[in-house]
């Protein structure tokens, strides 16, 4: 009969070096954790990470206030940089195709309201917003993409403000898109490009770069575009949310949409037949303007960290997260703004912005980043990477992995979207005794709105075999770097 305390002695010993080169972070700190494991692949490398891809898009209704897109709004120019100092602003949404330019002379057709949208007059974009937009990128250091009124039917008009976008701008204009989700208010792909063709001809005409066909959805409606007009496009671009608002919840966000990959992979074929970009012009968790307690809370930054690196692992360049205020996307959406009252500043920050705004604040209140921010900050540490293959057995849980080269480094995501079950991940296929450092993405609860913090949580070192086990609490993430 064997000694029990020996054998627990043995069992202790056995486990030493796995702990020592983890540097006691990971094994034996939670013997509840389901076990799992990721092999990493450092043979096939895949897709190379767009340096763009934690992008942004804004409503161009946020242009009718021109101190809020400005080069002295310190505070949100900060905060671009700090998600990304080579991201893409898209301005557009909606209000793109409510919006006349104010600066246009020519005669201007009947404005006719949205079929849903209760606008009766369009909004009059004024030359000193533009002039305060290329202040703002010149500041961040990001490209432009701007949309141009489709809907209203005037190729004259979308010609003279491009124009003057691209005079103020200058080379930090990436492109110009012609409407907003035509899909709502065209009957067919047929018709969508009888329409768009007029503007494509006077725009290309003038040496400006156009993209698209930037619709909703409608997948067939990209691919159709590229088979037409790749030759005249700098990228392609289509739309994603998960579902409608009052549809939402934390386990639906948190449950993934396997289903839309599928899409993207078929975009990515003709995208790679043309070699062109695509790029999620627009998108977010949930449509009409995010889910109160889920778009806005610590269960988007995992959502937003594992879509970004699902996409980017498709070869998806950017990912557009759409927000902005409150204001501008209740109004996008035919509604007036309720925003709740008092608070401390934090909650008044929080009330300015959209429900599922990355940022939120105002120039008068300061700006901070909302959960989501931190998930996409994660995401953008994989910028200019070359993904690489895995093989992942999550033991039931809900987690994903993701692996990808970085010059002479090797990074590591493991996001733990699981509400109920740690996971202790054993790693292996690194560089044999690599060092590592680590960071984790973590909150109080699924449903936090503050203590959200992505932050450096230690080091790790990898065995002489390349393996190490890392313990990923419930509803957190973890980056690693190995060097």
């Not at 043995?10 to 990721?38: N, V």
């Not at 970085?406 to 690599?434: C, E, F, T, Y």
Request: proline share 4%.
């Amino acid at each position: 009969m064997v000694n029990k305390s020996r054998r627990n002695l043995l069992k202790a010993a056995a486990l030493l070096p796995l702990a020592a080169a983890c540097d006691g972070l990971a094994w034996g700190a939670d013997a509840s954790a389901t076990q799992a494991s990721f092999a990493l692949d450092m043979t096939s490398p895949g897709r190379r990470v767009d340096t763009s891809l934690a992008s942004l898009s804004y409503e161009t209704l946020e242009l009718s206030d021109p101190t809020f897109f400005a080069a002295d709004n310190h505070g949100l120019v900060r905060l671009f940089r700090e998600m990304n100092p080579h991201g893409v602003l898209r301005i557009g949404g909606n209000t793109s195709d409510d919006t006349v330019w104010g600066g246009y002379k020519g005669s201007m057709p009947t404005y006719v309201p949205r079929r849903h949208g209760k606008l009766l007059q369009p909004h009059v974009l004024q030359l000193e917003g533009l002039q305060a937009l290329a202040g703002f990128v010149r500041a961040t250091g990001w490209k432009l993409v701007f949309g141009v009124n489709l809907r209203i039917g005037s190729p004259e008009m979308a010609l003279d403000l491009a124009q003057t976008v691209q005079r103020l701008v200058g080379d930090q204009l990436l492109a110009i898109q012609i409407g907003n989700e035509a899909n709502n208010y065209e009957h067919d792909y047929a018709e969508f490009d009888a329409a768009w063709v007029p503007y494509a001809k006077v725009l290309h005409a003038a040496g400006l770069p156009i993209a698209g066909p930037d619709t909703g959805a409608n997948t067939d409606w990209v691919i159709e575009y590229a088979k037409r007009h790749a030759k005249e496009n700098v990228f392609l671009s289509r739309h994603y949310y998960r579902e409608a608002a009052e549809n939402g919840s934390i386990p639906d966000m948190l449950a993934g949409d396997p289903g839309f990959f599928g899409e993207v992979e078929q975009i990515m074929q003709v995208a790679d037949q043309y070699a062109l970009p695509f790029r999620i012009s627009e998108g977010n968790s949930y449509y009409n303007g995010g889910r109160d307690g889920t778009s806005n809370v610590f269960a988007s930054a995992l959502w937003g960290a594992d879509f970004m690196l699902a996409l980017a692992q498709r070869g998806v360049a950017g990912m557009h997260f759409h927000g902005g205020t409150l204001t501008s996307v209740e109004t996008s959406l035919g509604r007036v703004a309720k925003a709740p009252a008092g608070g401390d500043i934090v909650a008044q920050r929080d009330a300015m912005a959209s429900r599922y705004s990355a940022i939120a604040g105002s120039r008068e209140l300061g700006y901070q980043p909302r959960p989501l921010f931190h998930g996409i900050a994660l995401a953008q540490r994989f910028a200019g990477a070359q993904m690489l293959p895995g093989r992942l057995d999550a033991g039931g849980v809900n987690l994903t992995a993701y692996a990808a080269n970085q010059g002479h480094a090797v990074l590591v995501a493991l996001i733990n979207k699981d509400a109920q079950r740690d996971a202790a991940v054993a790693l292996s296929g690194l560089p044999h005794g690599a060092k590592g450092e680590l960071m984790r993405l973590r909150a109080p609860a699924l449903d936090s709105r503050r203590d959200v913090s992505f932050a450096a949580d230690g080091h790790v070192s990898a065995d002489t075999g390349g393996a190490c086990r890392i313990t990923v609490s419930k509803g957190s993430a973890v980056w690693l770097r190995w060097a």
